[in-house]
């Protein structure tokens, strides 16, 4: 039976309305969970980059990638391991205040990428970037103090290797 791993799938597209619900309904087709998701403007001007994190047989991402880029809107579709792309997730940690001294909280800020961006009298809020084992790691740190929120984003990012599209959206140009 085929291992199934972690894929990043980078999905550039035109910014068209819907574009979203027809990406995620090739997903769902599939019974495949979408782990993470983000989309932002591109490198290329008014084009937009989806990235997903899924867990899933290379097979099944090979078929999922070609179905993708059937999509009109869809300018190119990539799948990566994880050895293939350098990626970050960024979280935010709301606390209560009356934590904010302890001096155990300030060595748990010793994770290298920890700091607080705001205070106020009730809370302060600490962010958090790191692979996804970092900010799963500083969770079950600061869960004991209480969180009184936690959000987390998708997975940002980019390839090691140079990719296509840089050359089919040249040719766009």
């Known amino acids: 039976m085929e291992e199934k791993k972690v894929y990043t799938v980078s999905v550039y597209t035109e910014n068209n309305i819907g574009i979203l619900n027809r990406l995620s309904a090739i997903f769902l087709k599939r019974h495949i969970n979408i782990e993470s998701m983000t989309v932002s403007p591109s490198e290329i001007e008014n084009v937009h980059r989806f990235t997903f994190a899924v867990i899933v047989t290379e097979t099944l991402i090979r078929k999922v990638v070609l179905q993708l880029e059937k999509q009109i809107e869809v300018i190119g579709a990539f799948f990566h391991t994880e050895d293939e792309i350098i990626y970050h997730e960024t979280a935010l940690f709301k606390i209560s205040t009356e934590y904010l001294y302890d001096e155990n909280i300030q060595n748990k800020l010793k ?17 958090a970037s790191g692979l996804k084992e970092d900010i799963d790691n500083m969770y079950q740190k600061l869960k004991p103090y209480k969180l009184l929120q936690f959000v987390r ?3 940002i990012a980019i390839s090691r290797p140079r990719m296509d599209i840089s050359e089919v959206l040249k040719e766009m140009n």
């Open 153 to 155: 984003s998708g997975r």
């Open 111 to 127: 994770f290298r990428r920890a700091h607080i961006i705001a205070i106020s009298e009730r809370y302060f809020v600490i962010e």
